[in-house]
């Protein structure tokens, strides 16, 4: 009788087991398909992690070391169970600001060194609680852009929690939804560089966004989509010159310089020798 009761216990615990592994894959493979995507778009790489563990991609992205993926919630995350994360660095270590919602509990947050900001913009105020360690340089950081990225973030592709956060020398992003959709992994990606690259241009004076006039010449070019060197296929921005791969435009269907926005791109034309002028 007890060899019975011990066959059947488990064979219940095989079946829980089975199907917590076949509803719980269909997810990791789904999330594995996107990274396999997002990894081909930015030519990173695939970091996969055990038969449950969801993927993460890592990529370059101008300078900076990019990771992108599913992440267990940490001290700093909002919400319940899993959080898509973008994590790359931030060029000042001493500044910090917290950004989330739903807002943090004024008990939670009287007590962490920093000081309350607000945007001037009423919905996003009630919505977010902001926290920062300079309001000068919030301030010039959290421009309309940057707010309306920012509530891209929390709506798509479903409404959640949000944490944007720069601390010690990082930027994180970091939305309570486990993101699987392929499409929907490349607009957060997509939103959330846009949303740094908004922040670097904001923080760094003296930098603005200029015209050329003639194309980057073609030795050490790099492309602004992917990081990597463009050998061959290159393409550069019609409006403000920038190279692009080929494909990665067309990936992404315009050009990926800030305040830009160009959908038309141009391929260089071979030099045509002038003929020497000869006397008469």
Not at 142 to 148: C, E, I, P, T
Not at 150 to 157: A, G, K, N, S, Y
Not at 164 to 175: D, P, T, Y
Not at 239 to 253: L, N
């Amino acid at each position: 009788m007890q060899f019975l009761l011990m066959v059947v216990l488990i064979f219940t615990i095989l079946a829980m087991l089975a199907g917590f592994g076949w509803g719980g894959s269909r997810g990791v493979v789904r999330c594995a398909r996107a990274c396999d995507e997002l990894a081909r778009l930015y030519r990173g790489r695939v970091h996969r992690a055990g038969w449950f563990g969801h993927p993460r991609v890592s990529f370059r992205y101008r300078s900076a070391d990019v990771l992108v993926g599913v992440f267990a919630h940490g001290n700093h995350s909002n919400g319940h169970g899993s959080s898509t994360r973008l994590q790359t660095a931030w060029l000042d270590a001493n500044f910090t600001c917290s950004i989330s919602h739903p807002p943090r509990p004024t008990r939670l947050t009287a007590h962490d060194g920093l000081m309350s900001w607000q945007s001037g913009w009423r919905e996003f105020d009630e919505r977010y609680s902001i926290r920062t360690s300079d309001r000068t340089l919030t301030a010039t950081l959290m421009n309309q852009v940057a707010l309306h990225q920012i509530e891209q973030l929390r709506r798509q592709p479903h409404p959640s929690g949000l944490l944007v956060e720069i601390h010690r020398g990082g930027f994180q992003i970091s939305k309570s939804f486990a993101i699987q959709r392929s499409a929907d992994l490349l607009a957060f990606v997509r939103v959330g560089l846009e949303l740094y690259d908004q922040n670097l241009l904001s923080a760094t004076e003296g930098i603005a966004f200029l015209q050329q006039p003639v194309a980057q010449p073609l030795e050490h070019v790099v492309c602004q989509i992917c990081g990597e060197p463009i050998v061959d296929d290159l393409v550069f921005c019609r409006h403000c010159k920038t190279p692009h791969h080929r494909d990665c435009w067309q990936y992404v269907g315009r050009c990926s310089v800030f305040g830009c926005g160009e959908i038309h791109f141009e391929i260089p034309r071979p030099a045509v020798g002038i003929p020497r002028r000869t006397n008469d």
